[in-house]
């Protein structure tokens, strides 16, 4: 079975183009594979899903394996000397890492850390862009993106704009190809929400999840199933698997207005993914990488998925 080092290394041999970004994800791999082992065998005095008391740069609260996971990946990325900066969804502003480098790579270090003491999966999602672009670029710029899951398996989905390709972490401390031809389900009957915010809802998203949960009787004419982890990577591997549509819209509540999820760390990198898998990504309007960033830390709206299902959403847009 073919690994990602091997991957890795083939892939830069033929394509120099390339290698920079090779170099970041073989090292943002192995900070994956320690992040991995922290979070399986955790030291009981850490506790690591304690709220540290500190807020990061978009205002959430951390937790110590949030700052934990975000240092990891650091270290990894300052051996590098391709990679020029490191974006990060916990550090108020860009870290310079090399002035000759020719990537720079955004990471949200600890998706879904507020489901760490609950057992859920959580995980690291990336982004790599060309370091001539400078920090704020559109995510049709990436290189390459992908996100680890840190759950039963620790596995990873990447793409460098081709095809996305799965591995999972063996014991040996590598990641191994999983032979999975990665595609997302052009149609679904499953929906993924947090109803609990349903009186936030703008007119469209509240038309859409009621058309669906109306089920076969309904205008839809077809029963739907709703999924919602609550963690981006966990509700995304799903999608992958078996297709979907995730909806994270913007809403009515104070500090919810323009999204929630981060564009540069989150929402472009799961773009780059869902696009080269045959879905569409959007902002509600419009595809989520062609959006560029105001801000190192925008929020933006996201809704990805199945592409005939979000072009379904899309219609109830005003």
Same mark, same amino acid.
């Given at each position: 079975?073919?690994?990602?080092?091997?991957?890795?290394?083939?892939?830069?041999?033929?394509? *120099?183009?390339?290698?920079?970004?090779?170099?970041?994800?073989?090292?943002?791999?192995?900070?994956?594979?320690?992040?991995?082992?922290?979070?399986?065998?955790?030291?009981?005095?850490?506790?690591?899903?304690?709220?540290?008391?500190?807020?990061?740069?978009?205002?959430?609260?951390?937790?110590?394996?949030?700052?934990?996971?975000?240092?990891?990946?650091?270290?990894?990325?300052?051996?590098? *000397?391709?990679?020029?900066?490191?974006?990060?969804?916990?550090?108020?502003?860009?870290?310079p890492l090399h002035d000759d480098g020719q990537v720079i790579v955004a990471s949200d270090p600890l998706d879904g850390s507020s489901n760490i003491d609950t057992n859920v999966s959580v995980g690291t999602i990336f982004s790599i862009l060309p370091a001539s672009g400078g920090i704020l670029q559109p995510g049709r710029n990436q290189l390459a993106a992908g996100f680890f899951v840190y759950g039963p398996q620790t596995t990873l989905l990447v793409s460098f704009g081709g095809p996305v390709m799965a591995f999972q972490l063996g014991d040996d401390?590598?990641?191994?190809?999983?032979?999975?031809?990665?595609?997302?389900?052009?149609?679904?009957?499953?929906?993924?929400?947090?109803?609990?915010?349903?009186?936030?809802?703008? *007119?469209?998203?509240?038309?859409?999840?009621?058309?669906?949960?109306?089920?076969?009787?309904?205008?839809?004419?077809?029963?739907?199933?709703?999924?919602?982890?609550?963690?981006?990577?966990?509700?995304?591997?799903?999608?992958?698997?078996?297709?979907?549509?995730?909806?994270? *819209?913007?809403?009515?509540?104070?500090?919810?207005?323009?999204?929630r999820l981060r564009l540069v760390y989150e929402a472009n990198p799961v773009a780059f993914l869902v696009e080269a898998a045959g879905g569409k990504a959007i902002n509600g309007d419009v595809p989520i990488l062609d959006v560029v960033p105001e801000t190192l830390h925008a929020r933006v709206p996201l809704v990805f998925g199945s592409a005939n299902e979000v072009d379904e959403f899309a219609r109830y847009r005003p």
């Open positions: 079975m073919s690994n990602l080092s091997s991957m890795l290394q083939s892939l830069a041999s033929k394509n *120099p183009a390339k290698a920079a970004a090779c170099d970041a994800v073989a090292a943002l791999a192995a900070a994956a594979a320690s992040i991995a082992a922290v979070i399986r065998q955790p030291d009981a005095d850490a506790a690591l899903g304690a709220i540290r008391g500190s807020a990061n740069a978009d205002g959430d609260d951390q937790k110590a394996l949030d700052v934990l996971a975000d240092e990891m990946i650091e270290r990894a990325l300052a051996v590098v *000397p391709a990679v020029a900066a490191y974006l990060s969804e916990e550090q108020d502003a860009a870290v401390g590598h990641f191994h190809d999983m032979g999975w031809s990665v595609s997302i389900t052009t149609d679904t009957r499953e929906f993924s929400i947090n109803a609990s915010n349903m009186r936030h809802w703008r *007119p469209d998203v509240a038309a859409y999840i009621a058309d669906c949960l109306a089920g076969e009787t309904g205008p839809r004419k077809m029963n739907f199933n709703m999924r919602w982890v609550g963690s981006l990577v966990a509700d995304g591997w799903r999608i992958f698997r078996r297709g979907g549509i995730f909806l994270y *819209p913007a809403d009515a509540r104070r500090g919810y207005e323009a999204g």
